[in-house]
């Protein structure tokens, strides 16, 4: 998606028609982030996989405009995708689809998608060769895989009844979309193979009656770091986001550096701060000073800078400044999570 800050400087030298056309498409991306945002914080609270694909179609799908929609999950024993939710005349009201079909890998755009583990956007359906018809027929259509570390899991597909109607931010937002939705099932799966005896919870409350077991969850609970990301870019957001909850971790993100000194001072749940250098108001080197000023152990919070910029010279420059930890952009997950790891572990021992 073309960025909210390019936007809004093109409007200092517009027409009044260019002007129209700007703070219409600063109102949708807005939009569009406000309901990413409420999808990433609800993701959360989100426990089973009907929940989830019910939530991103009826929610978040509809919520960005979409009209039609279906999600599909591969069921790797036959290689179909089987459709498992949907708005539009395929679920006109409640969990219920109508003429639930499964399609073979390959076959029709939804097919290809899973095959390629690439998206597609079709102009025109009816100049697609091979195209799959449901229960209204569509002229455009746009398709993005559900995957996971290269594994597909199901797509995401859209159909619109105009031609040439899906545009590159359309492409992009059901990217993301598809991402977080990814992520979560790869969670949802991981905690229906594990051992229910191996969780934290269950093995502090072995011999133990109620009362301890829920003191005893608690303190699992507890020991989850929760992370502060201060980043502006609303992509890095994302992907910085996936990182930790791919992770096991929670967080809440802000957009610079005055929203995560006040963060803080209104919160002594962080563990630790993912601070970018470069953020609009207070960069990550001023909001780092203000924080070691603060009174209190939220001075001590560990820091970890990260950035593009990350040459010995400039490393050195960030924790001089009080930064823990320097992590380069782009990140890499293990460098990351190797950080992080070490970072809490240290404060809290």
Request: hydrophobic share 45%; proline share 5%; net charge negative.
């Amino acid at each position: 998606m073309q960025d909210m800050k390019s936007l809004e400087n093109q409007l200092k030298y517009a027409s009044d028609d260019e002007r129209t056309q700007l703070l219409a498409a600063i109102a949708e991306k807005e939009k569009y982030l406000q309901v990413l945002n409420h999808f990433a914080v609800s993701l959360t609270q989100i426990t089973s996989y009907e929940d989830l694909v019910w939530h991103v179609a009826k929610e978040v799908v509809a919520g960005l405009g979409f009209v039609d929609c279906v999600l599909y999950k591969l069921d790797p024993a036959d290689q179909t995708l089987v459709q498992q939710a949907a708005i539009g005349a395929k679920s006109p009201a409640g969990r219920e689809i109508v003429n639930p079909l499964r399609i073979p890998v390959g076959a029709g755009v939804t097919g290809r998608v899973a095959a390629q583990a690439m998206p597609i956007v079709v102009k025109d359906l009816s100049k697609y060769p091979g195209y799959v018809a449901d229960i209204d027929l569509a002229l455009s259509e746009i398709c993005v895989p559900l995957s996971y570390d290269g594994k597909v899991l199901g797509v995401i597909d859209c159909e619109n009844p105009a031609v040439d109607h899906f545009t590159q931010q359309h492409l992009e937002i059901l990217i993301s979309v598809a991402a977080l939705t990814s992520n979560k099932i790869n969670q949802l799966e991981a905690v229906t193979e594990q051992d229910p005896v191996d969780t934290p919870e269950q093995l502090a409350g072995q011999d133990a009656g109620p009362g301890d077991t829920v003191e005893a969850a608690a303190s699992a609970e507890a020991m989850i770091p929760h992370i502060l990301i201060a980043e502006d870019n609303d992509v890095n957001q994302i992907l910085i986001r996936r990182f930790v909850e791919r992770f096991g971790w929670t967080c809440s993100v802000v957009a610079n550096g005055k929203e995560a000194l006040a963060a803080l001072k209104s919160s002594t749940l962080f563990d630790l701060v993912l601070m970018d250098i470069r953020m609009p108001l207070m960069d990550g080197l001023a909001t780092t000073t203000a924080i070691r000023a603060l009174d209190g152990p939220v001075s001590h919070i560990p820091i970890v800078a990260l950035t593009a910029n990350a040459d010995p010279e400039d490393a050195a420059q960030y924790l001089s400044a009080g930064m823990n930890a320097v992590v380069a952009k782009p990140i890499e997950k293990e460098k990351l999570r190797c950080a992080v790891e070490d970072l809490v572990a240290k404060c809290r021992g």
